[in-house]
């Protein structure tokens, strides 16, 4: 069973930044779709930024492109989101998620493992 542990949230001024990471554990497969997640109260959770762990292939939100860089770490199972130039609007609970042995890109339904969350906060 995969766990995924994220960490790096807080709380920066507008134009700030932050890195996301999300650690995991238990993968079946030696290449995972890896996906950041955000929510916010009463809206539906959306995709942020996805990579396929075997062939390094991303996809991010129109609305993060050139703003938020994903990475991976394979050899220490983590997958990190450097999130630059932060606007207020993003801010948002996120998570970390992965689905095994293929790509799925930035669709929710096909991510079988989650993360708790962490908080990002931007202010204005």
């Known amino acids: 069973q995969v766990h995924l542990v994220e960490s790096g949230g807080g709380s920066v001024p507008a134009g700030g930044s932050l890195t996301l990471s999300c650690a995991g554990s238990?993968?079946?497969?030696?290449?995972?779709?890896m996906g950041w997640f955000r929510q916010v109260p009463g809206k539906e959770r959306e995709g942020v930024a996805a990579?396929?762990?075997?062939?390094?292939?991303?996809r991010y939100a129109e609305s993060v492109k050139g703003r938020f860089t994903i990475s991976t770490d394979n050899a220490k199972n983590t997958v990190y989101l450097q999130m630059n130039s932060l606007k207020p609007e993003d801010t948002a609970m996120y998570y970390c998620?992965?689905?095994?042995?293929?790509?799925?890109?930035?669709?929710?339904?096909?991510?079988?493992?989650w993360g708790q969350g962490t908080q990002v906060t931007v202010s204005s």
């Open positions: 998620a992965a689905e095994g042995g293929r790509w799925v890109g930035l669709d929710r339904r096909y991510y079988e493992a």
């Open positions: 990579l396929y762990t075997g062939d390094g292939r991303t």
């Open positions: 238990g993968y079946s497969y030696g290449s995972n779709s």
